[in-house]
């Protein structure tokens, strides 16, 4: 089994990703320095199955790091509740490219003998938040996804988002979608710390044809137990704020 796709390396949560359109899906072309502060993307959608019909019964989706052996073939995951997958044997990921490293993805697999057995893999993108100085040239970007769920991570390592995205493909045009993350305001309080962050997007022109669902990750690591995020995402019914608990 090969799972397609290009480098998202969750080791390289220092940078941030440029992505462009390729064949339909998200693929990630390299990771940019944080002065870019921004991802642009057209769809997120790295995944693989075989070509014939694949049996659904006991089939398993987790929010996992994958890890990769000295081979750079990935042996095994790490879920959000901490929980060790070990891979019945292992697999090449074409986006996880680097030998001995972890990758954030959303894995779809079933358990034989005690071992994963991975059918599908999609990327998941790491959000930064970023400050309005980083982002000061695109904080109008508002233009609307729709908001499907989000989650904190068992472990608490992050807050998961599923997001619908809008897209499509313009003769003559390689424009793509451009999203980022901005930490508008920090607020203590004598119950804990709030961070407010704010979803920016923009479609940068490209059409609304169809919906490609994309992942995205914001890493929580450095928020206490008792704070809260908020988060305000861009709607086609207006602005939207959902609120999570650490």
């Not at 390299?30 to 049996?55: H, I, K, Q, R, W």
């Not at 990935?74 to 090449?92: G, I, N, R």
């Amino acid at each position: 089994m090969r799972l397609s796709g290009k480098r998202t390396p969750i080791h390289i949560l220092k940078h941030l990703f440029l992505l462009t359109r390729k064949a339909g899906t998200f693929t990630v072309i390299a990771g940019m320095p944080l002065c870019l502060a921004f991802f642009t993307l057209a769809a997120v959608l790295s995944s693989c199955s075989n070509d014939e019909e694949t049996d659904l019964s006991g089939v398993k989706a987790e929010m996992c790091l994958l890890e990769t052996d000295l081979m750079a073939k990935v042996k095994s995951a790490v879920t959000d509740a901490d929980e060790q997958l070990p891979f019945s044997s292992p697999v090449k990921v074409k986006w996880a490219e680097k030998a001995d490293s972890s990758y954030r993805a959303m894995l779809y697999y079933r358990m034989e003998g005690g071992k994963a057995l991975p059918l599908s893999a999609k990327q998941v993108l790491v959000l930064l938040p970023r400050t309005k100085e980083e982002l000061k040239k695109v904080l109008d970007a508002k233009d609307p996804v729709t908001f499907v769920s989000g989650w904190m991570a068992k472990n608490g390592t992050f807050l998961n988002l599923t997001i619908d995205i809008k897209t499509g493909t313009k003769e003559g045009s390689e424009n793509s979608h451009s999203v980022a993350l901005l930490e508008d305001t920090v607020c203590v309080s004598p119950t804990g710390k709030n961070f407010h962050y704010r979803l920016l997007h923009s479609r940068n022109g490209v059409p609304e044809y169809y919906t490609v669902r994309t992942y995205f990750s914001i890493p929580a690591s450095q928020i206490s137990s008792g704070d809260t995020i908020s988060l305000d995402i861009p709607g086609y019914d207006g602005l939207m704020r959902k609120m999570y608990f650490k």
